[in-house]
T-cell receptor, first 116, second 110 residues
Framework: EPEVTQTPSHQVTQMGQEVILRCVPISNHLYFYWYRQILGQKVEFLVS????????KSEIFDDQFSVERPDGSNFTLKIRSTKLEDSAMYFCASSEERGSGTDTQYFGPGTRLTVL | DAKTTQPPSMDCAEGRAANLPCNHS???????VYWYRQIHSQGPQYIIH???NNETNEMASLIITEDRKSSTLILPHATLRDTAVYYC???????????FGQGTTLQVKP
């Protein structure tokens, strides 16, 4: 069964460093998402992406964050200058379509980001 | 209003049916109800979704009330591996954004 994959599973970085989290969405999916979950808290939407553009972003997704689909398979989340509060699980998701009832999103296993 | 209301926790005996309720009284006509679950800190796992008719798949059944203000997720024969946080989510129209609440922590006990 097709699945979303993410690498690395765990990333440790120093405050102020740049990190890139990678995702390979399900191959025929067109819509891509990033969510994050701070330990013990809710899963939070960060950004959605379609046709090489951001469709929607949350207030969390500030200028320190960017997303890119550099090739036909990968979808990346970059944090330019990490802060302690960026420590969280980051989940990538993809869906075939967007819209009520048809945009079932399938999530990857997540990348645990630890900022020291 | 993106919120749904779920009990914070529930217990279920292994082998019995687990019935997880959700209130979504502000749901609009074109919004679907989605159910996901999260085991430990793994990625949320899609379970089922529906608009107004009851739905069943290999994992669960979804019963939606006629007025669509509430629904129940049914795991017919719960196993220990079904212990997880279950989220009931109203789909955000055409945005694709999922807004997760705190969900219901289901503990399946032997």
């Amino acid at each position: 069964e097709p699945e979303v994959t993410q690498t690395p599973s765990h990333q440790v970085t120093q405050m102020g460093q740049e990190v890139i989290l990678r995702c390979v969405p399900i191959s025929n999916h067109l819509y891509f998402y990033w969510y994050r979950q701070i330990l013990g808290q809710k899963v939070e939407f960060l950004v959605s992406f379609y046709n090489n553009e951001i469709s929607e972003k949350s207030e969390i997704f500030d200028d320190q964050f960017s997303v890119e689909r550099p090739d036909g398979s990968n979808f990346t989340l970059k944090i330019r200058s990490t802060k302690l509060e960026d420590s969280a699980m980051y989940f990538c998701a993809s869906s075939e379509e967007r819209g009520s009832g048809t945009d079932t999103q399938y999530f990857g296993p997540g990348t645990r980001l630890t900022v020291l | 209003d993106a919120k749904t209301t779920q009990p914070p926790s529930m217990d279920c005996a292994e082998g019995r049916a687990a019935n997880l309720p959700c209130n979504h009284s502000t749901i609009s006509g074109n919004e679907y109800v989605y159910w996901y679950r999260q085991i430990h800190s793994q990625g949320p796992q899609y379970i089922i979704h529906g608009l107004k008719n009851n739905e069943t798949n290999e994992m669960a059944s979804l019963i939606i009330t006629e007025d669509r203000k509430s629904s129940t997720l049914i795991l017919p024969h719960a196993t220990l591996r079904d212990t997880a946080v279950y989220y009931c989510i109203k789909a955000q129209g055409n945005t694709g954004k999922l807004i997760f609440g705190q969900g219901t922590t289901l503990q399946v006990k032997p």
